[in-house]
Nanobody, 122 residues
Framework: QSQLVESGGGLVQPGGSLRLTCAAS????????VGWFRQAPGKGREGVSC????????NYADSVKGRFTISRDNAEGTVFLQMNSLKPEDTAVYYC???????????????WGQGTQVTVSS
């Protein structure tokens, strides 16, 4: 019973860009802290980026700093992950998770999406 939906994944060449969107099916993400996670085959799920419920704080994994940007559109109640300069090692299923009035990071994210596939290959 996923309440979050990720979109925007696909196949892209190294150096290309993708923009992922996280949206809630029954509510808006305004005032929710949101994290982006990814899981590659044979690997554990890792945190990629997060944004606080207020939008005032963000954080990025070292592997994506300078390349990925997390943001939110409060008018639409959505959260984005802009991914630039993509590398093959970015290939994974990307998930978003949310928690009401949550911080960045929140260990108790209680809303998760089903994930969207990102494949970076030449």
């Amino acid at each position: 019973q996923s309440q979050l939906v990720e979109s925007g994944g696909g196949l892209v060449q190294p150096g290309g860009s993708l923009r992922l969107t996280c949206a809630a099916s029954e509510f808006t993400l305004d005032f929710y802290g949101v994290g982006w996670f990814r899981q590659a085959p044979g690997k554990g799920r890792e945190g990629v980026s997060c944004i606080s419920s207020s939008g005032g704080h963000t954080n990025y994994a070292d592997s994506v700093k300078g390349r990925f940007t997390i943001s939110r559109d409060n008018a639409e109640g959505t959260v984005f992950l802009q991914m630039n300069s993509l590398k093959p090692e970015d290939t994974a299923v990307y998930y978003c998770a949310a928690h009401y009035l949550g911080d960045c990071w929140n260990d108790a994210y209680d809303n998760w999406g089903q994930g969207t596939q990102v494949t970076v290959s030449s």
